[in-house]
Structures are given as C-alpha cells and as structure tokens.
C-alpha cells in the first residue's frame, strides 16, 4: 500500500503541474479550429489548426529532421554559453578590477543586433553548425554572467564572516557558501538562456543551410505558405517549451533550497 502511494505520488504532483497548462492548450486549439471554421477565415491568412496539422504531417521527415537540427545548435550554444557565463560571473565578483574593466564591454557587445554579429559570424565561420552554436552562445551568456555576478555578491556578509570566524579559507567558502546561495539565480538565467539560446539558433540558421526549423521558416516565407508558417511555429513552440521544462525540472531537483 505504501509503495503504490509512493509511486503515485509523483505522478499526482506532476499531473497536477500540468493538468491547467494542457487544459490551457485543448481550449486555445479548439477556438483556434472553431473560430477560424466559423468565420471562414481564409487559410492563406490563418488557417485552422487541422490544416496547420496536416501539413506538418505531410513534411514530419523533413521537420523532424530540422528539429533535430536546431535542439543540437541550441544545446550546443546554451551549455558553452552558460559555463563561460558562470566562469566570467565568478572572476567579476571576485575581481573588482576585472569587472571594471570587461564587463562595460560585456554590455556594449549586447547592444549589438545579433542579425549583424550574425553576419559576421557566418562570413568568419561560413554556413557550418559552429556559426549557429556560437550565434546561440552569444545571445546566451550575457544574463548567466550578470545573475552568476549577482548571485555571488548577494551572499550574507554576516554568514561568510562567520565562516571566516571558523578558519574558513575563501575556496571553502566558494564552494560551501557563496555557490550553492548564488545557484537559484543562476538557474533563473539559465531559463531565460535555453529560450535566448534557442532564437540564436533559429536566427543564425537564416544566413543559409540545409536543415533547421530556421531554414524552414525561411522556405516557408519565400513561398507564403501560411500553414507551412504555422506548422513550424508551433515545432518552435514545443521545443522550446521542452528545452525549459527540462531546465526548469533540473532547478527543481538538484537546487531545492530555492526560493519559490
């Protein structure tokens, strides 16, 4: 009795979690279909979401092929974003000196629009997966940098006072106290990261290639195939509905001191 309570508990907690956004999900895609069945709405315009369905399922090889394509880019870029985003992080709260000088450079590289670092990277790089996961990288690091920095800093003075009390070295107190109480900010940017590092993805597979929801949207748009648009969206949309689930699911399991 109690081994069937503990394995139905969890699936309780999680059907929980997501019996709202599922229900959110089924009324949004009835009124999509109904109202646009209702009123007529023309499908080269906003076609229901039967017609969107067929047509991603007359190309699911080729979608499921660019999916596939865009995860690895954003994968590749969010995880090589968010460690030199920790890294630089680190070094700037304990180097004022370093702080000052980089991170104004930091900022101003986040100024620039990332269709014209694009360009560059593309010209330097060519049209290979490296110039998307370093596109992806780029727009990822910057909010890791700055929540690591934070985080750091945010630290009670009053509680690495006392450690250094105890004879605390300051590795010690890195790792024991100023980490773990930055890493719920850290894993806040690290959810807005995966979603940043997923559009770099998409943005930086527009200069050109062969595969990636990115060359589909491009495709899509040259030929105004609306469904097609459509289709692609809402592949964008699970992904990266995915990608911060699992984020989120990882925050939840391994830094449970956080606050909610």
Not at 219 to 242: F, K, N
Request: proline letters at 5%; one cysteine or more.
């Amino acid at each position: 009795m109690s081994a069937a309570r503990a394995s139905g508990g969890p699936a309780r907690q999680l059907w929980q979690a997501v019996r709202l956004p599922i229900l959110s999900i089924v009324i949004l895609a009835v009124l999509w279909e109904g109202v646009t069945r209702i009123f007529a709405v023309p499908a080269s315009f906003f076609p229901p979401l039967s017609v969107v369905l067929a047509d991603a399922a007359s190309v699911w090889s080729y979608l499921l092929r660019s999916t596939g394509r865009t995860f690895l880019e954003t994968v590749l870029g969010f995880l090589t974003g968010s460690a030199f985003g920790i890294f630089c992080g680190v070094v700037f709260a304990y180097s004022r000196n370093l702080e000052r000088a980089l991170f104004p450079l930091f900022v101003v590289s986040q100024t620039i629009p990332v269709i014209a670092f694009g360009a560059l990277v593309i010209i330097w790089f060519g049209n290979t997966i490296l110039s998307k996961v370093i596109i992806a990288f780029y727009v990822t690091f910057f909010p890791v940098t700055v929540n690591t920095h934070r985080g750091l800093l945010g630290c009670d003075p009053q509680k690495v006072a006392l450690m250094k009390s105890f004879g605390a070295g300051e590795w010690t107190i890195f790792r024991k106290l100023r980490f773990p109480t930055a890493l719920p900010v850290i894993a806040v940017a690290l959810r807005l990261g995966i979603s940043l590092s997923l559009i770099g993805a998409i943005v930086g597979e527009w200069f050109g290639d062969t595969v990636g929801l990115g060359v589909m949207l491009i495709q899509a748009m040259y030929t105004e195939a609306v469904p097609r648009l459509w289709a692609i969206i809402l592949a964008c949309g699970l992904l990266g509905s995915a990608l911060y689930a699992v984020v989120s699911l990882f925050e939840r399991k391994f830094i449970w001191w956080r606050q909610d």
